[in-house]
């Protein structure tokens, strides 16, 4: 059992190279970009980086790695939150981003299987020529196995569903090498325990993913953006939930506060009201279209909305959305040299606007910039908080905060997380969330799928 750090000797340096056409490596720059992710957690090197090109290759190194104990973190994007692929514990870092084949698009079954190192916005590109797209849509442009791993989601959510809803199939390949090949390429299955998404969202800790099998969509006939503003958070959050009780089918419904805004119109050239706002978008026929956005200004202007705009055009749409997924980008631009904290809460949809409210008056108490923002039609929010990473007292005296929003989201019924994952950073919040008797199942399915802790050791619990 792996309980302290692991640093690989010359010689199994050198038998990993023997096992992969890719490249092994001890290089410290690419150790280091290996060695963290975006979350503000400190960076941590692995021992050595090892690329695969094959779920053969995989099996051997896990294999290889299992028998001398040592520890395998899988690598994507490095795009994570919550330190999911840092090597606490030294041993490799598994980079699968030479696996990036789009292995076969099959437009008549709305189906795309792809190996795990395809990045998302390339995925779509490709699917754009047959009049398809995937819908899972996190903002950043993750890999498909690392969104996988930990069961992204994402502003589509509403209408599309989260990485558990449209991954119908995989292979993994287990900690002792085995290879393992989940559900089928249908949209119904009833047969046995649903491994598929035992593994969508254990965030590399019982099995690394090595092919999916996804459900795509056919790209709608028209889209149309809108945005409203709202004088304070709670009327455009309670607005937000107002509109989905409605029935109307949006496909997103995200809202960001005046920081968020503010910040926004500087990293993208934009000049958006600075207030709290509302953006939507609509997926449908031209006169389904147009007959949503009515009915969504109707709503909003009983809660104080204003300045309500939409446009069917698709620069206009596009430039406004990308401004969104540049929300987290935008915010660290707006604070040069910090590192920033990424929360992630999800609550009963009666609720969040009192849990936006609180994570509000939390923050406010304390001198740390932050903003407020998120996909608000699933009631999932997140705060972005600003940190010093050369004063580390300061992200020990936000881990406290965030704790604290934590608890508060989990006493109203809520989650610790909607799409991040736990990662290193939510153990404590797990246990609070689902109790002691459910942790203990996780580790038990844990021992018996990685008896000697190899895969991503010190993540979603000790």
Known sequence: MIKSRVDLTPQQIEHLKTLVTGQVSTNETILDQHGRDESAIPPVRPSAVVMPQSTEEVSKVLAYCNKEGIPVVAFGAGSSLEGHVLPLFGGISLDLTQM????????????VRVQPGVHRVELNEKLARSGLFFSVDPG?????????????????????????????????VMADGTVNRTGRETRKLSAGYDLTR?????????AVITELTLRVFGIPEKMAAAIVRF????????AATAIVRSGISIARCEFLDAKCIKNVNAHDGLTLTEVPTLFFEFHGSPQGVAEDAE?????????????FEWTTDEGARRKLWQARHNAYWAGIAANPGMRAVSTDAAVPLSKLAEAVTVADEILSKHPYPF???????DANFHCFIVTDPAKPEQLENVRHLTHEITMKIIEMGGTCTGEHGIGSGKIQALEAETGAPAVSIMRSIKNSLDPNNNLNPGKIFN
């Open 231 to 238: 004088q304070n958070l709670s009327d455009g959050v309670t």
């Open 295 to 307: 009915s969504v200004k109707a709503i909003v202007e009983e809660f104080g909305g204003s300045e």
């Open 100 to 111: 990036n084949k789009i292995i076969e698009i099959r437009s008549d079954d709305l189906l």
């Open 140 to 172: 950043a442009d993750a890999t498909l196995g690392g969104m996988a791993a930990t069961g992204a989601a994402g502003t589509t959510t509403v209408r599309y569903g989260s990485m558990r809803d449209n991954v119908l199939a995989l292979t993994a």
């Open 198 to 206: 035992l593994l969508v969202g254990s965030e590399g800790t019982l």
């Open 371 to 377: 903003s407020i923002l998120g996909h608000v039609a």
